[in-house]
């Protein structure tokens, strides 16, 4: 077991939110990862599956509930 925070991947369209939660989470003593839509939040899932994920769900090209499907699928 290692003693490195756990991280949390942090999915949304907007930089603004994306921005403002990376400075709370990391102010909470975890890692933030940003994904900036659901295709890329695969990506960094499946490259460093993170212990949380924050998920906007009205998102463009492929929506939250369809990243959630394919996560469940693969997972």
Avoid: C, K
């Avoid at 975890?30 to 994904?35: E, G, T």
């Avoid at 890329?40 to 993170?50: D, G, H, K, N, V």
């Avoid at 994920?53 to 998102?59: N, S, W």
Wanted: proline content about 7%.
């Amino acid at each position: 077991m290692t003693d490195a925070a756990p991280t949390i991947l942090i999915v949304d369209d907007t930089e603004a939110n994306r921005v403002l939660l990376h400075d709370l989470v990391q102010a909470l003593g975890y890692r933030p990862q940003l994904a900036d839509n659901g295709l890329s939040a695969l990506a960094s899932i499946r490259t460093s599956p993170p212990d949380l994920v924050l998920l906007d769900i009205l998102m463009p090209q492929m929506g939250g509930f369809e990243v959630l499907e394919l996560m469940r699928q693969e997972g």
